[in-house]
């Protein structure tokens, strides 16, 4: 009921105040006034997204600003967070997630890392819109140099929106980030009692509350009834297991992503390569499968040092390894989608320029 009641005067104070939000100074931190020693400490690091977005109206759940609420507005919204875990939170970013770059991936990954060495801090949550979160959440699987949990969540529905996710997805990753059953589990992702592993959970749907779903490898666990539940583990490397170190990289090799259709050609190859492309990863149809136009612009970009990686844009299932690869030093992406395949080929890049060494990432990670 509390949380109810706290939910409902929260929402009443946003559509109040939407008006003033874009111009209003974002919260940078908000740390707890006085520490239960018997609670973990969970740092609460904010990037903006949906979480932390207002509309004008209750009923407006598409419409919104995102990424308008700092963080200590998130934080007293939930006063049930103060039963779980010791909540501080720190203001990284506030952006809608589709503005999410490399500048400030590597920020927020560094800063963790850096809080993780301390013994002052248990477990993190990560507050990021949805439409990149998984990219993220993959970056930080494999930069995060620490077996303590590492949560992100956001949420589907604005602060303002009737029914917000917000909130209970915020209390639930609190909850995970303090357990210690959510230690060596790598990142995980959790909206919607779900909790997932960075490496296999994806969004499915561009409105729905259930968008992220693990089809195939399945979720790690769930809450249900205030209570954590993992059932399985994520069986690739991650985290302590990683070889990827960004603490000295001020940028990361750049990546493009290139869709595969009916009709299509090779000039998006020549204009990534002639754009500075390191890698491109393919989006191809079915089994990763190019068109014989498109596979002579790979091939030629190939040729001229770039790694070709090729995933599909089917959603699910393996990209096989098949002659042309061996014959043309393709990569595959083995189950990454390509946006996570992008996010892998980045980090792999800083590394090594050779297909083979690069292919072996995509097998382990």
Do not use: W
């Amino acid at each position: 009921m509390i949380f109810l009641i706290a939910l409902y005067v929260f929402s009443e104070s946003i559509t109040a105040t939407h008006s003033l939000a874009s111009n209003r100074p974002i919260e940078e931190k908000a740390e707890t006034t006085s520490k239960n020693q018997k609670l973990k400490n969970v740092k609460i690091l904010a990037t903006g997204g949906t979480i932390a977005g207002s509309a004008s109206s209750k009923t407006d759940t598409t419409g919104y600003q995102a990424g308008v609420l700092g963080i200590e507005t998130l934080i007293n919204a939930v006063p049930e967070l103060k039963q779980v875990a010791n909540v501080c939170g720190e203001q990284i970013a506030n952006i809608r997630s589709q503005n999410m770059d490399n500048k400030i991936l590597l920020k927020l990954s560094k800063r963790i890392n850096e809080l993780l060495k301390t013994k002052a801090v248990d477990g993190f949550v990560v507050t990021h819109g949805t439409d990149t979160l998984e990219e993220t959440a993959y970056f930080l699987n494999l930069v995060i140099k620490s077996s303590k949990p590492v949560v992100i969540v956001g949420s589907m529905r604005p602060a303002s929106a009737l029914s917000a996710d917000g909130p209970l997805n915020l209390y639930n990753a609190v909850k995970i980030a303090a357990s210690e059953e959510a230690k060596n589990k790598g990142v995980l992702i959790s909206l919607n009692g779900r909790i997932g592993s960075a490496r296999y959970i994806t969004k499915t749907n561009t409105t729905t509350t259930d968008t992220f779903q693990s089809e195939e490898q399945g979720y790690l666990g769930a809450i249900a009834g205030n209570k954590i539940y993992f059932y399985n583990e994520p069986t690739r490397k991650h985290t302590t297991e990683s070889v990827f170190d960004i603490t000295k990289l001020d940028e990361l090799p750049q990546v493009d992503i290139i869709y595969g259709y009916q009709n299509d050609n090779r000039y998006f190859y020549d204009a990534a390569v002639k754009a500075g492309a390191k890698g491109i990863i393919i989006a191809g149809v079915g089994n990763g499968s190019i068109s014989d136009h498109a596979l002579e612009g790979a091939k030629a970009a190939a040729k001229k040092g770039v790694i070709i990686i090729r995933s599909s844009h089917v959603g699910n299932g393996i990209v096989t390894r098949e002659k042309t690869d061996d014959e043309n030093n393709f990569v595959t992406a083995d189950s990454l989608n390509p946006q996570k395949a992008r996010i892998l080929a980045m980090l792999a890049l800083t590394k090594t320029n050779d297909p083979k060494e690069i292919q072996r990432f995509f097998n382990v990670y």
